[in-house]
């Protein structure tokens, strides 16, 4: 296991492609803090998995080469993963940073992937959920971006 820290592990995610090839692994990892018994809060945001967030805390499973395997979701978190795939200017790292610092005043954490394009955020629920998804929507009328949502609660269903 590779740790960043003594209670830090990597939990790795199987996922399925679709017929587009989309994820484009099958396998992701994300840190998390091990809170024993099995168990792990998830410590960052996912780029491909879905229906998890940034603080869920979810049942792991040691294989025998001792790689964690994620389980099922124990306690969600409120916290939401929404992905975009940034559009404008080719989705550069300018691009990218202007997108991350947009949603960043709304409340937002989040951070870019050169190779896709990308940009994953943690919208936590304190967040200005009906702004970030306005701005969205604004993003995606402009043809700034494309969006989806990763992992969302009531709350954010609320706002659509």
Request: proline fraction near 3%; glycine fraction near 10%; include cysteine.
């Amino acid at each position: 296991m590779t740790n960043i820290s003594d209670d830090h592990v990597k939990v790795h995610f199987r996922m399925d492609m679709d017929e587009d090839g989309w994820p484009p692994a099958s396998v992701e990892s994300l840190w998390a803090m091990d809170l024993g018994g099995g168990t792990v809060r998830l410590d960052n945001t996912p780029w491909f998995v879905r229906g998890v967030a940034s603080g869920d805390i979810i049942k792991v499973e040691l294989d025998s080469d001792g790689l964690l395997w994620a389980g099922e979701t124990v306690r969600a978190s409120d916290h939401c993963t929404i992905r975009l795939i940034v559009l404008k200017d080719s989705g550069s790292a300018a691009a990218r940073q202007c997108v991350l610092e947009s949603f960043h005043r709304l409340g937002t954490t989040g951070e870019g992937i050169e190779r896709y394009g990308m940009v994953a955020f943690d919208v936590p629920p304190q967040a200005d959920l009906q702004r970030i998804r306005e701005l969205l929507e604004h993003g995606e009328a402009k043809d700034w971006w494309h969006w989806e949502e990763g992992c969302v609660t009531a709350a954010w269903r609320a706002t659509g």
